[in-house]
């Protein structure tokens, strides 16, 4: 009688220290980008690499979607600390985050070009950037005591900063992923 071997692999079932520890220096590195060059560029905005960086984990570690909306409430605290709008961020980046976990699950590629880490940065950048305007303006409009930035400035730096995370996440990504062996 011969006794058959079976392998199972076990499921994930969750984040790993790695995983943890990456989520938390990408945040940081996105906090101290975003202090430094905002600093440094400011032409009427700052250019927003928490966005950046939340976007870049959740492509590199391919959170479950709890996890991922934990990721952008992370994202969200991280914000509280520079000047701005107080609290609109939690809501921002929890919708970015769960945007681009959502949008990381969809098939993007034209031939042989991959397009996903380009494109799904891009969306998620612009779903946190409009909820941040909707909630601004609907703070406002229930009498907050908050300036709102008017529309047509913040269509451009939102579309602005799309563009700019969108280049920072696809440039950053292979190294990353060959590095992290992902």
Not at 94 to 103: I, K, S
Not at 152 to 166: Q, R
């Amino acid at each position: 009688m011969e006794n058959k071997r079976t392998i199972t692999a076990a499921q994930k079932k969750g984040l790993g220290i790695a995983d943890i520890l990456l989520i938390g220096i990408l945040l940081a590195a996105g906090a101290v980008l975003k202090l430094v060059v905002g600093s440094v560029i400011n032409f009427g905005m700052k250019p927003n690499f928490i966005i950046a960086m939340y976007c870049l984990i959740i492509i590199l570690i391919k959170p479950r979607l709890f996890e991922a909306a934990i990721i952008g409430l992370l994202a969200g605290a991280v914000c509280q600390f520079f000047p701005g709008q107080p609290l609109i961020n939690f809501v921002s980046e929890l919708l970015g985050a769960v945007a681009m976990c959502l949008l990381t699950k969809l098939p993007m590629q034209i031939g042989k070009v991959p397009l996903k880490t380009f494109v799904c940065t891009f969306l998620s950048t612009l779903v946190s950037g409009f909820t941040f305007i909707a909630v601004m303006y609907l703070m406002y409009y229930s009498g907050a005591n908050i300036t709102p930035t008017p529309l047509a400035i913040f269509m451009g730096i939102i579309f602005g900063t799309a563009l700019i995370n969108a280049i920072i996440v696809q440039v950053l990504y292979i190294p990353l992923k060959l590095a992290l062996k992902k």
